[in-house]
């Protein structure tokens, strides 16, 4: 790309500038981006000019030195300023600043692998369509109480907008379930002559509209209502103008406020109380006790947040499932006793990291006796923005765009065969979205083999392969062994097994090795790092690899009797360091007590062992897939005293990773999240001192519980010289208590200072509770 002469000054000028600051930079880059590292106390100052606005995005932007991202970035109102303070020494030697995504510098670069689908045999279908419509017909219309109705403590008391679109059911008698959509983060305005969008000011800027990103749900409302449903999608636009920079947690609890001033707003209405549009729309008709909760984006952890708002309050609505689609997972918030499916899409180019497959992972034994169903579904060929209409170019009415910027990717680009088009995409959405709300609320348990990893789908969702993992409540499964802590199996032959947890070194304290240390951040979504919980163990897993085929691994059984279980399942894939091409394959063997035994080939029963398509960051996923075992069919076996089950090499060598292994039996379940008490971290304010020393932050229980609490809880040392230590550590609770303490290090000094310095505490990743108040403030005062 030629620069014009304009360009060439300013990019030399901004080059002098730098000089004179002592900065390191280097030239302009052809999109006449400029950049500067200028040495500060304690640290340096990146500071990246894009040439273009910042796009909007769901996930956080950081910047990257040399290619390594360093850190979360500050972003300027106009999203074209991008600051990071940081003590990291790479700074000082950098080379090229640029932003990055989930710890991934984008590129546009074409892969060179050559995409081949799976040998997968087409799954069978069944006969109830959630994407086909009903026997209703639907009643839309909106009601709007105004642009700055609500005041959001999530956003320091910024007022947002009211408004909604409301599908019904025509002619239903009754209180119908109801079902609440929450788009995520999209510029919240847009000037229809210039074509150009913002998301720095609300109520929008004179000359300019909002964008209705509520009104893109329409399919998936209009498939829920035709059967009975109220469906209600509101709009978000305030939140998401305000999250960047008067947030806390990136808008999740102002999310989950709209949320619930929503169903306040309806349940009043329901009664025949409050605003009359409303109660002309709602009188009689909607049941706040069987509510179901979606959220795209950073909406799914808005919405995820309010399933614990609601959890918290002293009659908390009846919200029986939760959707987070394609969603943000900030601060790892577990989700136990509730019913719950998370669609991650494949091609997603914003939240590349798929990060919402930790609602499925922190929550699978966040609760020994949890009486909730839950599921991932990995949806391939598809992106981020294609489930919402009003952000698919060609079908919005503001400006939109594919998320999946390189498209000559062979995999994910618009011109790939295995890439969905919007209109395919919009239809799986669709199907899942309502046949999800149908299965829990409606109780349809015909549905059921589109999430319980069956593998099974509809005719509506076309050509679309949807990978599907499950967990059925605890009291219809007989968990073997579950690798999330100290593992009966045993290892013989030549090989080798492993209990491991997170990726990159990131969480010394579990005292376990990383599950990987070469793919990235992006390429793993059980083990990718939380924004606010960077170093929070993830996702224990045992890592079996075997050097020829007398590797085996063998798995005692406590419980004996599995005649009343359905299907042995377990979790798998193949490790970082098996090749794409290599073939890979196991062998499962159950042996009763009189050392008879069945055995099956992996590849028999699951493709969870073929690589996933892609050849280069974010792809491919290293993504634990699902194996059924049917033991319906077992003859010749005591089903009433089964003493072990093993694995082993069947290719001459392997190694893969292994999670979750069970027997089990599919049912849905019900809610019993309201049941549990709330961990919070509060606020504390402390003396630097003029030595090592350490600040007690209060982690408390909202009522004492009957079984010990754990909450993981992260310190963030932000800034350039910080005085406290960033760590994360778990904090107990014993049963019957209501108080504990996490202990933050601190490096006091005798340099005087002018100004007290603020650090965030969150908490996470909860057993035996939920998350109340996660976010809490560490203030260290100068003594000096």
Not at 8 to 28: E, H, I, K, N, Q
Not at 66 to 79: F, V
Not at 142 to 171: F, H, M, N, Q, W
Request: aromatic share 6%.
């Amino acid at each position: 790309m030629r620069l014009s002469r304009a360009a060439l000054w300013r990019g030399l000028a901004a080059v002098l500038v730098a000089v004179v600051a002592g900065a390191v930079s280097l030239p302009l880059p052809a999109a006449a981006d400029t950049w500067s590292v200028v040495p500060v106390d304690g640290g340096y100052q990146v500071t990246l000019r894009l040439d273009e606005p910042l796009p909007v995005r769901d996930a956080a932007p950081e910047l990257a030195v040399n290619g390594q991202s360093l850190g979360y970035a500050t972003e300027s109102d106009e999203g074209r300023t991008l600051t990071l303070l940081t003590s990291d020494p790479r700074a000082g030697e950098a080379r090229s600043v640029q932003v990055a995504w989930n710890g991934v510098v984008e590129s546009r670069v074409t892969a060179k692998a050559i995409y081949i689908p799976p040998t997968d045999p087409q799954p069978s279908t069944i006969a109830t369509d959630p994407g086909v419509p009903g026997p209703y017909q639907v009643e839309e219309s909106t009601y709007d109480l105004g642009e700055t109705a609500i005041s959001l403590d999530g956003l320091g008391g910024r007022l947002g907008e009211l408004r909604a679109e409301v599908y019904l059911p025509k002619g239903a008698i009754g209180r119908r379930p109801l079902v609440l959509f929450l788009h995520g983060r999209h510029s919240a305005c847009y000037d229809p002559i210039t074509r150009r969008t913002s998301n720095n000011a609300w109520p929008c800027p004179a000359g300019q509209q909002p964008i209705e990103s509520f009104k893109g749900y329409k399919g998936p409302a209009d498939a829920l209502a035709s059967h009975g449903y109220a469906v209600v999608s509101v709009s978000a636009n305030a939140v998401n103008a305000f999250d960047a920079n008067f947030s806390e947690d990136r808008g999740a609890l102002a999310r989950s406020e709209v949320v619930m001033r929503h169903l306040d707003l309806l349940d009043a209405a329901e009664g025949g109380t409050g605003d009359p549009q409303l109660v002309s729309l709602f009188k009689g008709r909607i049941d706040l006790d069987n509510v179901g909760l979606m959220g795209h984006s950073r909406g799914g952890e808005g919405v995820a947040k309010a399933v614990l708002v609601n959890a918290g309050r002293a009659k908390p609505y009846g919200i029986r499932a939760v959707l987070p689609l394609a969603p943000t997972d900030f601060a790892r918030a577990s989700l136990p006793g509730i019913p719950t499916a998370t669609i991650l899409p494949y091609c997603d180019g914003d939240v590349s990291n798929q990060q919402g497959q930790h609602f499925y992972d922190d929550s699978l034994y966040a609760v020994p006796q949890d009486t909730a169903f839950r599921s991932a579904l990995m949806v391939m060929g598809t992106d981020h923005n294609f489930f919402n209409t009003e952000w698919t170019p060609g079908v919005a009415t503001a400006p939109a765009s594919d998320d999946w910027s390189n498209n000559n990717d062979p995999v994910c680009g618009n011109q790939a065969e295995s890439r969905l088009s919007a209109t395919e995409q919009y239809a799986v959405g669709t199907a899942l979205i309502a046949g999800f709300f149908r299965l829990v609320q409606g109780q349809e348990t015909a549905l059921l083999p589109l999430f319980d990893g069956s593998g099974k789908t509809v005719a509506s969702t076309g050509r679309a392969v949807v990978h599907t993992v499950a967990q059925t409540p605890a009291a219809s499964r007989i968990d073997v062994a579950t690798f999330a802590g100290s593992s009966p199996a045993v290892v013989s032959g030549a090989a080798t097994g492993t209990l491991c947890a997170s990726m990159l070194d990131r969480s010394p304290q579990s005292g376990l090795p990383s599950c990987a240390t070469r793919l990235t951040t992006s390429q793993a979504p059980s083990w990718t790092p939380a924004t606010y919980l960077p170093n929070a163990v993830a996702t224990s897993v045992l890592r079996f690899a075997w050097q020829d085929t007398s590797g085996k691994l063998t798995v005692p059984l406590s419980a004996r009797n599995i005649s009343k279980a359905e299907l042995l399942t377990f979790r798998v894939a193949r490790d970082e360091n098996v090749a794409a091409s290599a073939p890979l394959d196991m062998n499962i063997t159950l042996v009763d007590g009189r050392d008879r035994s069945v055995t099956v080939p992996v590849s028999s029963l699951s493709p969870a062992l073929t690589a996933l398509p892609g050849a280069a960051s974010p792809l491919p996923k290293t993504w634990l897939r699902t194996v059924r075992m049917p033991l319906s069919g077992l003859s010749g076996i005591d089903k009433k005293d089964i003493k072990e089950v093993t694995l082993t090499g069947a290719s001459d060598t392997g190694g893969v990773y292994l999670a979750d292994l069970s027997f089990t039996r599919f049912r849905v379940g019900e809610e019993s999240i309201a049941d549990l008490p709330q961990v919070s971290v509060g606020d504390l304010t402390v003396l630097e001192g003029n030595g090592p020393g350490e600040a007690q932050i209060p982690v408390t229980l909202s009522r004492p519980s009957d079984a010990p609490v754990t909450v993981t809880v992260q310190a963030l040392a932000t800034g350039t010289g910080p005085v406290i230590t960033q760590v994360a550590a778990t904090v107990t609770i014993p049963a019957g208590q209501t108080g504990g303490v996490f202990t933050v290090p601190l490096a006091g000094n005798t340099v005087k200072t002018t100004a007290a310095q603020s650090y965030q505490v969150i908490a996470g990743v909860s057993a035996n509770a939920t998350i109340g108040d996660g976010f809490a403030r560490l203030v260290v005062t100068d003594d000096d």
